[in-house]
């Protein structure tokens, strides 16, 4: 099978480069002039230079492909420049799903996240419950805006769509929110412990990686919603574990959730003036994500894709190891 998959250099697509490396795929990848595209070359992938933003640039790489890997994504919660979300989370899911359409492909697996349903009335909830009413960072909301896009052509266009919804994702390597959050407490680099009380589904990036192939391979499952996560974990367990594993001991002080909201809002209008991010992660987009939480049901995935997760406690050891080194 010709795969194209954009996304590829991020922390979940090196996983899925990797994995479909070792079978008999073979990968076509949509890569952006800064893109560190070593370990794509090593597994042998033909690169096409380009982005999801250029529709020209989509349309020439998935030319001759079967199936579609959608990876690429704005995930941050916090940048200077806000329309860069829609840009990439709306527009240029609307040109990979237009794409999948002109050229024919039998198959496209978007990867979304659990964050765009926000608080939904059902605790935990599954992929069958009805979305929240708020997202909680311009992030989320434009990945359920650019979900709604390719649902709708789904729906009036009969595309060929499976949709993958990661939990919070935890790993070796991870250079985002969950990974920098852990990085700066083993490197003690936190002044003090937040929202401890706050629970999230927490999944090893392997795990998203597996399911992610899974539904590719998987026949007659057009339309089909998969969530990935299981252990839901409150933010005062993971510092605990984090802690275990790692020898070092917590931030002494704690801060009150009100206190915390407070310091995310100064610190992210603060932010806006000088263009840098607020510092520890403290936008008003993080610490309402973290906050607020979200309890997930992704037992789907154990029943039909037959995958065993990874306990939390090994994706947290390796990425504390790969952080030291």
């Not at 250029?54 to 790489?61: A, E, I, M, Q, Y």
């Not at 998935?62 to 994504?73: E, F, K, Q, Y």
């Not at 979200?294 to 039909?304: A, L, M, N, W």
């Amino acid at each position: 099978m010709r795969i194209f998959i954009t996304g590829a250099t991020g922390f979940i697509g090196s996983h899925v480069a990797q994995r479909l490396a070792e079978s008999k795929h073979e990968l076509r990848c949509l890569v952006r002039k800064t893109s560190d595209v070593a370990t794509l070359r090593e597994l042998g992938a033909t690169l096409i230079p380009g982005d999801v933003t250029d529709k020209d640039s989509v349309l020439r790489g998935m030319d001759g492909c079967n199936s579609v890997i959608n990876l690429a994504g704005l995930y941050s919660f916090w940048i200077p420049e806000r329309r860069k979300y829609a840009a990439t989370n709306v527009e240029g899911v609307r040109n990979v799903m237009e794409s999948v359409l002109e050229t024919g492909v039998y198959k496209v697996v978007h990867v979304s996240t659990v964050g765009i349903y926000g608080k939904p009335a059902d605790n935990p909830f599954t992929e069958e419950s009805p979305v929240g009413p708020v997202r909680f960072s311009e992030y989320f909301q434009t990945k359920y805006e650019g979900d709604l896009v390719a649902w709708d052509l789904y729906k009036n266009r009969k595309l060929p769509l499976v949709m993958i919804y990661p939990a919070a994702v935890v790993g070796p390597g991870d250079p985002k929110a969950t990974g920098r959050y852990i990085n700066e407490l083993i490197h003690r680099r936190l002044p003090a412990r937040v929202l401890e009380h706050s629970v999230l589904t927490f999944v090893h990036v392997l795990d998203v990686a597996e399911v992610i192939v899974r539904a590719l391979e998987k026949e007659n499952n057009i339309g089909e919603k998969y969530f990935v996560g299981k252990e839901r974990l409150s933010f005062g367990e993971i510092n605990a574990m984090v802690s275990e594993l790692s020898g070092v001991s917590l931030p002494k002080m704690r801060l009150p959730d009100s206190v915390v909201m407070l310091n995310a809002t100064l610190l992210t209008w603060l932010a806006s003036i000088i263009k840098r991010p607020p510092p520890w992660g403290m936008s008003v987009d993080q610490m309402r994500t973290m906050k607020e939480g979200f309890r997930v049901d992704g037992r789907k995935v154990e029943k039909e894709l037959c995958l065993e997760y990874t306990p939390v406690r090994v994706a947290l050891q390796e990425a504390i190891a790969s952080y030291r080194a």
